[in-house]
């Protein structure tokens, strides 16, 4: 059995269309959305919409800014635009029509925190599989997946202007990831809450991740947990246990699968 297994794909649809050249199956571990392209501020829903500079100032914020000002510069520049709610959704979907119409079959597939989730059943096709909160048996092996990104515990998901990112109450993404009961492979978008893994080395900062991840690697240990959401991590993978843990890439950038054999 041969599975390839992509994440952080934002707006790369090229590669998209080719992830699952040879393979029995392809996994999407989410953020298929590009919102702000870090690589080409023009670029993006930021860049297109409020042009290079709003895409630059992000991507500056996103980097280095202080607590609260790269959310208090989006609601501003967001602010000047005449009803950004349908200006969001109307690029959001233009890019879903495509990157979903060239997914091979079978896919798997969960959003990610950059995902907008509630529009993802209007995509779903014969042989695309939606499967948050699911588990799938693939040759033998029980994958369980859960999309999204836990927040940190007393804080609670906020609309912005107009894009509802998939970021979840911890309480919530929890219950689902126990739900799963145990799984031969963990499929994520958030890596668990372990230091090497969650700490991303450009923009030198842990991103948001899931202890409760940790806390089913050490009760279930299941022989793989695969995930994306750290671009550029301090280590792609190691091993929590007998566990390992591993980032499957930044597709966007990178263009290349994760490849399961077994």
Excluded at 198 to 204: L, M, N, Q, S
Aim: aromatic share 8%; proline share 8%.
């Amino acid at each position: 059995m041969r599975v390839h297994v992509v994440s952080d794909v934002h707006g790369n649809t090229d590669a998209l269309a080719k992830a699952g050249a040879g393979a029995d199956a392809l996994i999407v571990l989410g953020d298929l959305v590009d919102f702000a392209d870090y690589g080409d501020p023009s670029r993006g829903i930021i860049g297109t919409v409020l042009g290079r500079e709003a895409g630059e100032t992000f991507r500056r914020l996103r980097k280095s800014g202080r607590p609260g000002e790269l959310r208090a510069f989006a609601a501003e520049a967001w602010s000047r635009v005449e009803d950004p709610a349908a200006v969001i959704e109307e690029a959001v979907r233009a890019q879903y029509a495509e990157q979903f119409a060239v997914l091979p079959t079978p896919t798997y597939a969960i959003p990610g925190n950059v995902d907008v989730a509630a529009l993802w059943p209007e995509y779903a096709r014969p042989g695309v599989h939606l499967v948050d909160g699911q588990v799938v048996e693939l040759g033998g092996l029980r994958f369980g997946f859960v999309g999204g990104v836990p927040l940190p515990p007393g804080m609670a998901p906020t609309r912005g202007a107009g894009w509802t990112p998939y970021l979840r109450a911890v309480e919530e993404y929890d219950a689902a990831l126990h739900a799963l009961g145990p799984v031969d492979v963990l499929c994520l978008h958030a890596p668990p809450a372990v230091p090497e893994l969650r700490y991303d080395v450009v923009t030198r900062r842990p991103e948001l991740a899931s202890a409760a991840a940790v806390d089913v690697i050490r009760e279930h240990q299941p022989r793989t947990v695969l995930f994306g959401h750290v671009h550029q991590p301090l280590a792609a993978r190691m091993r929590v246990g007998r566990t390992e843990c591993v980032n499957v890439g930044h597709f966007r950038r990178t263009g290349r699968a994760h490849v399961l054999r077994w």
